[in-house]
């Protein structure tokens, strides 16, 4: 030991992190790690998404060729392609791609705060709140659709801060806000079953198709919607990307490092909660997309530690092939993607944590 | 289970005085509890005509009442309420994890998904819907278990609770893509949904009864095994505890009681996971008398429950699966927030 | 030691009141950190001195008193400043799953970098020089899951030791390890002490490693400081006896000429 210490580093061999690059522009005055796994990761899925959606606009009762696919995007092309692709077939897609990056880096950034898979607003009781909201806006006062979306964003903030603060005690710790979080969404879960029996059966039809989350009938009001939400507040994400995966040392840690943690856990916190309100307002709670998605994220790009544009591009392009297989499976007849999120992701999952475990590792 | 193990050592002499009291008091709180639930409900009936039902029954309407509707409600109340507190309290000591609940390793949802299928597919109705419901929980029960526990190490509360999450989203995925598409099924999986111990058969209490005692009597001669499995898998095994023949034993059991009480009443959260933590503030870790009063603890939870639904709003009933999840889920987190990390 | 207000070490604390909650773990507390100084903090199991080490780290804030770093008060700095200036090993870090061993210890370069600057050729020049003071250089591409307690307890410090602080302080860097391991990991503070001119605080549980290792030791029961000094005046049979309930005899360390404690036979004579 003491051999080894007393020679001074001389010519040794530099160190990034494994599976890292060093890019140094303008003479060093700009450094950063570029990770080319991740950079390959994000590309492939941003092609996949990109030919899904191109799939989605062409396929249907009515096919538009892909061929004339990208000239009807632009208004250009037979009168009918462009009817079907501008004002139906585009913004659905388009709403597929925002309320799925924007449930990837909330559920991203959840995960990471809370140190723990689990940790996603599926679990930890925003989800739950945001359907229990939206169908009490439903069989208790009729509300039309702004009702039942500021009836499931209200649900989901309130759930979350109610979770968020019974789980405080001398700070808030991973494992017990995701308790707290699953014993909240089973009593929800229960109220809302009791509002389901004692609805007509027709309006209750209706709750619970909003309740499992579907982008039919989307259209460009909700794809700005989504979009801007996901810039603003994934803007703030983003900027705190790097305080988030320093977080996922332990709260000392990360304070000894010099990180603001407590500030850090409340903006992210709050940005992520009001992400993922809007990608729920839009298209309804869509399950299994903000936990499955940075898991998938991060065991393709094996970085260690979270990443935010993986969770985004994964989320995206999940719940934009999902749609698609919502729409196509039973043609005619449209199914809410969330039936196909919860069927797609729910297996993976299984089949990742089977694999996993076969290892014996916890 | 001719087991023997030490029993965790050192009970207090006031623990040891304590323990077999307060078991006789939770009968006799039990007692007044299935008192209660037959004298108790929308229709006054008066305490001497409700004795009268019972013993001298005159078929009018009033004893009917009582006949056809109170006791088999009561019955089904005990009988399902010991099943979900012992399933838990056996979950909670054989996987040493203070989370394990019928409803975390998907029982509700294999259930329900069962039901669904089977009634839409199969065309199955009425009473007979009892079987796919417990072949379901069971099948759900086994597979989380078995997920959860996969490799070297210990199904610990993150591993089951996600291994539950992932099987139980695949399942409700199953089940609303079938009920989107055909309104039937979705009327009748939103009654079967809430678990309650009204508008089921009796006759389905009979056909699942046999499941019950046995998986009851099963698991209360596991108390010994169970206390040398508190202790580690290793140290068990030193002790001369037949590890795999304990599982297999235990596995049967929760898949007994699950399977029965789930059929029988429907989903009803938070008793298996609320009852066992109670249970052990009286007991201590004792598996011994930790199982005796899950059991009964359960029953009352589960009776008690009924009858409060049966009063809070006047002119109509709650349903028994709501009133735990309301009153289990505060219990729950009151936990959560006492315990520290390691016990966990 | 001066207990005033006036007290030009770089790190100290003065009329500290320290406290979890409603639950108060010592009042008017006052200690100085000597520059330049190896200072160990012992003490029997929940005597305060995690609290104590917590409170001088910032990660703890006092209910009353303040901590002063470098002759201000510690809370009156940006987080990153402290954290240039006070590196900080705590008991509970936790290693993401999957993390490699060259990617957790540059981590330890935050408080250096900024929004463009996130990797600099200083980073990863800082970041070799600490794997290779720490002895980690050959496990670089590993992860930090395969890790045995000893290895990862080397990482864990190479992450401090690239933050590039003068303060180092170290909450228990032994516990769990094996004897082998846990003089490796002294070695390597007493080196760092020393040869890199760290002021060193650490946290430990063996007294004889403490008087071995340490220049400057504080003695703390229930919470207040008993003793503090150069081992040689502070380890006595007396004071051991005070503090821990356990008598012994107080021997020079045959190898360092140190105090060493050696506990009093208490078994019943034997033939």
């Known amino acids: 030991m003491s051999d080894t210490l007393s020679k001074r580093p001389g010519p040794a061999r530099s160190h990034a992190p494994h599976g890292t690059v060093p890019v140094r522009p303008l003479r060093g005055r700009l450094s950063f790690l570029a990770r080319p796994r991740t950079l390959a990761v994000v590309l492939v899925l941003v092609l996949v998404s990109a030919f899904t959606l191109a799939l989605s606009v062409s396929v249907g009762d009515y096919e538009v060729p892909l061929s004339a696919v990208p000239a009807a995007i632009f208004g250009y092309g037979e009168h009918l392609d462009v009817f079907f692709v501008q004002d139906t077939r585009l913004p659905r897609a388009l709403t597929a791609l925002g309320v799925g990056a924007a449930l990837g880096v909330a559920g991203a950034v959840f995960q990471s705060l809370s140190r723990n898979a689990l940790g996603s607003p599926d679990i930890i009781g925003f989800t739950s709140g945001a359907a229990t909201g939206a169908v009490a806006a439903i069989l208790a006062f009729g509300a039309g659709r702004l009702g039942v979306s500021l009836g499931a964003i209200a649900g989901g903030l309130i759930t979350a801060a109610v979770v968020y603060l019974l789980a405080m005690k001398n700070g808030v710790q991973g494992y017990r806000l995701v308790l707290v979080g699953i014993g909240i969404s089973a009593m929800l879960s229960s109220v809302r079953d009791y509002l389901m029996t004692r609805a007509e059966l027709t309006d209750a039809l209706g709750a619970q198709i909003w309740m499992i989350g579907s982008l039919n009938g989307r259209g460009w009001a909700e794809v700005a919607a989504v979009w801007i939400a996901f810039v603003l507040l994934g803007g703030v994400l983003f900027a705190y990307a790097r305080r988030l995966r320093f977080m996922e040392l332990g709260d000392d840690t990360a304070r000894g490092l010099g990180v603001n943690t407590r500030s850090t856990q409340i903006v992210a916190f709050a940005a992520a909660s009001a992400l993922t309100g809007a990608a729920i307002a839009v298209a309804g709670p869509i399950g299994f997309v903000a936990l499955a998605a940075p898991q998938l994220a991060r065991r393709l790009t094996r970085s260690g530690g979270t990443t935010l544009v993986g969770a985004a591009a994964m989320g995206a392009t999940l719940l934009v092939v999902a749609d698609l297989v919502a729409l196509r499976a039973l043609a005619p007849t449209q199914l809410p993607v969330g039936v196909v999120t919860a069927v797609i992701g729910g297996t993976y999952l299984i089949w990742l944590l089977y694999t996993e475990w076969r290892g014996g590792r916890a | ?344 | 030691m001066s207990t005033n207000g006036h007290d030009d070490t770089r790190l100290n604390g003065h009329g500290l009141t320290l406290a979890y909650d409603q639950r108060v773990i010592s009042r008017d507390l006052g200690v100085s950190i000597p520059d330049n100084s190896f200072t160990v903090i012992v003490g029997p199991n929940a005597c305060g001195k995690s609290t104590l080490l917590r409170a001088l780290s910032r990660t703890l804030k006092p209910a009353d008193g303040e901590v002063h770093l470098d002759g201000k008060a510690i809370g009156s700095y940006p987080a990153k400043e402290v954290a240039r200036r006070l590196g900080l090993l705590p008991q509970s870090s936790v290693a993401p799953d999957g993390i490699g061993v060259a990617d957790l210890v540059s981590r330890g370069r935050y408080p250096h970098q900024g929004f463009l600057r996130q990797w600099s050729a200083e980073d990863e020049a800082v970041v070799t020089d600490a794997m290779e003071a720490t002895g980690v250089t050959d496990l670089a591409d590993r992860s930090v899951d395969e890790l045995s307690g000893g290895q990862r307890q080397r990482v864990w410090l190479a992450m401090v030791l690239a933050q590039q602080t003068p303060l180092l302080l170290l909450d228990e860097p032994t516990t769990y390890l094996d004897i082998a391991h846990q003089m490796d990991v002294l070695d390597l503070c007493a080196d760092l002490h020393h040869n890199r001119g760290h002021t060193l605080v650490a946290v430990l549980h063996d007294l004889n490693h403490a008087a071995r290792y340490a220049t400057h030791l504080v003695v703390m029961k229930d919470g207040a400081i008993v003793a503090q000094g150069a081992p040689e005046d502070v380890v006595t049979a007396g004071l051991v006896e005070e503090v821990f309930g356990l008598p012994v005899r107080v021997v020079p360390d045959p190898e360092t000429k140190t105090p060493m404690i050696v506990p009093v036979d208490r078994r019943p004579q034997r033939a």
Not at chain 2, 95 to 116: F, K, M
């Open chain 2, 1 to 344: 289970m001719a087991l023997r193990a030490p029993s965790p050592p050192g009970p207090t002499r006031a623990r040891r005085v304590a323990r077999p009291t307060g078991l006789l008091l939770a009968l006799a709180v039990l007692g007044g509890c299935v008192l209660l639930s037959i004298s108790v409900g929308s229709k006054a009936i008066a305490p001497v005509e409700v004795w009268n039902a019972l013993v001298h029954y005159d078929g009018g309407y009033d004893h009917d009442v009582v006949r056809s509707l109170r006791v088999p409600r009561t019955i089904l109340g005990v009988f399902v309420g010991a099943a979900l507190g012992l399933a838990g309290a056996l979950m909670q000591g054989l996987t040493r994890n203070p989370l394990a609940e019928p409803g975390i390793l998907g029982v509700n949802s294999g259930a329900a998904a069962a039901v669904v299928v089977s009634s839409v597919v199969l065309g199955v109705s009425g009473t007979a819907l009892v079987w796919p419901a417990f072949i379901g929980a069971a099948l759900a029960a086994v597979a989380v278990y078995a997920l959860g526990s996969r490799g070297r190490a210990a199904a610990t509360p993150v591993r089951l609770a996600l291994a539950g999450t992932a099987l139980a989203a695949v399942l409700q995925g199953l089940v609303h893509g079938v009920v989107v598409l055909n309104d039937f099924a979705f009327d009748r999986i939103r009654f079967w949904q809430v678990g309650s111990l009204v508008g089921r058969d009796i006759e389905i209490f009979w056909q699942v009864a046999p499941f019950l005692v046995a998986g009851i009597v099963l698991t209360l001669c596991m108390g010994p095994s169970l206390n040398a499995v508190a202790l580690g898998d290793d140290l068990a095994a030193s002790l001369g505890a037949r590890i795999p023949v304990v599982r297999a034993l235990a596995a049967v059991g929760i898949i007994l009681l699950c399977g029965a009480a789930t059929a029988a009443a429907g989903p009803i959260w938070f008793v298996g996971l609320v009852i066992p933590h109670i249970a052990r503030i009286i007991t201590g870790p004792d598996q011994r008398w930790l199982l005796p009063y899950s059991a009964v603890l359960g029953a009352i939870l589960l009776t008690a429950s009924d009858v409060v639904g049966r009063l809070v709003v006047p002119g109509a009933e709650l349903e028994v699966g709501i009133i735990t999840a309301i009153v289990g889920a505060p219990v729950f987190i009151a936990l959560v927030r006492s315990r520290k990390m390691a016990q966990l």
